[in-house]
């Protein structure tokens, strides 16, 4: 996400490096969505300002499905945004301004902050079309879950191949 030039796949995405560094968020949530522990990857900023939305990026190097790679991003999403803005008449929400200040932004808007999911999946032989029936089965109606397979050039390095929303 931060290599220069940037891959078009990537230009909205900014990774968000708490400490100025890169390091997995813990969530409370496990992958299973029990009650536990479990870490977010990556956390990516798209746009800026109030138009800000955070995206929970889960990597997967291994054959996770695209359904089962989305549904651990969406829990990890959920419970950050749970954890950020609480849940009406049930769960208080937390100081925003720490967690902006946490994830890197100047911002002192006082509205709920937005979260995303997006599964980063290896590309393969019938990966794309099981990813895109995953959003469908998802219901991803909107640009809230992503989708990106990738694939590794010769020296190891991960090169994005596709990206799909839920937007389409």
Known sequence: MSSSPKHDLLK????????????????????????????????????????VRYVVC????DKTTPYDAMVQAIHYAAALSVEVNGIEHEIEPADWSVYRSFFGSKSTSQEALRFGAMAIIPNAHGVKGAARKALDDLEADDAWLDVMLFDRDKHGDLRPRYRLTGAG
């Open 58 to 61: 889960e990597l997967k190097a």
């Open 12 to 51: 909205n995405l900014y990774p968000v490096l708490p400490a100025r560094c890169m390091m997995e968020i813990p969530t409370a949530v496990t992958a299973a969505g029990k009650i536990g522990t479990g870490n977010i990857d990556v956390l990516a900023r798209m746009g800026r300002g109030r138009n």
